[in-house]
């Protein structure tokens, strides 16, 4: 189950939308991931936040 929670990115609201009340910007999920030493996917998602 995905978290309710989100933060904004500029702004740093904790709302419940997808979009910020605030300033209308996209909010992020609040809470990072579960970390699993099993992680297929970790090098993608590094590769990824390098990328950005």
Do not use: H, W
């Not at 605030?22 to 991931?33: H, K, Q």
């Amino acid at each position: 189950m995905r978290s309710l929670i989100r933060k904004c990115r500029n702004c740093y609201t904790y709302t419940m939308k997808e979009q910020c009340p605030e300033c209308g910007t996209f909010a992020d999920v609040a809470l990072p991931p579960r970390y699993s030493p099993l992680d297929r996917f970790q090098r993608f998602r590094l590769k990824m936040e390098e990328e950005e």
